[in-house]
T-cell receptor
Framework: DSGVTQTPKHLITATGQRVTLRCSPRSGDLSVYWYQQSLDQGLQFLIQ???????AKGNILERFSAQQFPDLHSELNLSSLELGDSALYFCASTFGEGRNQPQHFGDGTRLSIL | AQSVAQPEDQVNVAEGNPLTVKCTYS??????LFWYVQYPNRGLQFLLK??????LVKGSYGFEAEFNKSQTSFHLKKPSALVSDSALYFCAVDGNNRLAFGKGNQVVVIP
């Protein structure tokens, strides 16, 4: 068990809708990272937060947004959903924001767009 | 921009035989290299990392990896594979404070 909790585990919705994915990092970790995993794109980094502030941005679409709250949990908001947004979304956490720390991953949220 | 190549889609190996999963990377500056493993319906689990120092890195579950700067490679190895090692393995490089993952290698250990 990594200590990172993601909810919900599965989400089924329709095109054009909006969803929120939630992540609670491992106890004591200050950094949260979001990734998208799909068959055609592989594992893509989306965005990182450290202690409530955005630290790095990857291939995140403008329809997607994230935030990290004072209690350090994070939410990833996906809007105007398209069929191609169907994927596994992972959250990971580390204590600091340094490059040399292994990331601890949650078990992901599987998003299916119908 | 940093990138990782894992040239083989699938690696088949008989139980008890040595296992090698290949990874080459491209990054400007000193690389921070990682191996992760993913079991079905689970998140990635950290196996080992190379930051600096000894080129041979030992990690979890008997895995090790060798960093080769001249060949820009970081191959994952295990002397004797187990059926329970069957999983998806990802190599990753951190070149500018974000991880870039390879496409992953499916390892199948045949009893």
């Amino acid at each position: 068990d990594s200590g990172v909790t993601q909810t919900p585990k599965h989400l089924i919705t329709a095109t054009g809708q909006r969803v929120t994915l939630r992540c609670s990092p491992r106890s004591g970790d200050l950094s949260v990272y979001w990734y998208q995993q799909s068959l055609d794109q592989g594992l893509q980094f989306l965005i990182q937060y450290y202690n409530g502030e955005e630290r790095a941005k990857g291939n995140i679409l403008e329809r997607f947004s994230a935030q990290q709250f004072p209690d350090l949990h994070s939410e990833l908001n996906l809007s105007s959903l398209e069929l191609g947004d169907s994927a596994l979304y992972f959250c990971a956490s580390t204590f600091g924001e340094g490059r040399n720390q292994p990331q601890h991953f949650g078990d992901g949220t599987r998003l299916s767009i119908l | 921009a940093q990138s990782v190549a894992q040239p083989e889609d699938q690696v088949n190996v008989a139980e008890g035989n040595p296992l090698t999963v290949k990874c080459t990377y491209s990054v400007s500056g000193n690389p921070y290299l990682f191996w992760y493993v993913q079991y079905p319906n689970r998140g990635l689990q950290f196996l080992l990392k190379y930051i600096t120092g000894d080129n041979l890195v030992k990690g979890s579950y008997g895995f090790e990896a060798e960093f080769n700067k001249s060949q820009t490679s970081f191959h994952l190895k295990k002397p004797s594979a187990l059926v329970s090692d069957s999983a998806l393995y990802f190599c990753a490089v951190d070149g500018n404070n974000r991880l870039a993952f390879g496409k992953g290698n499916q390892v199948v250990v045949i009893p």
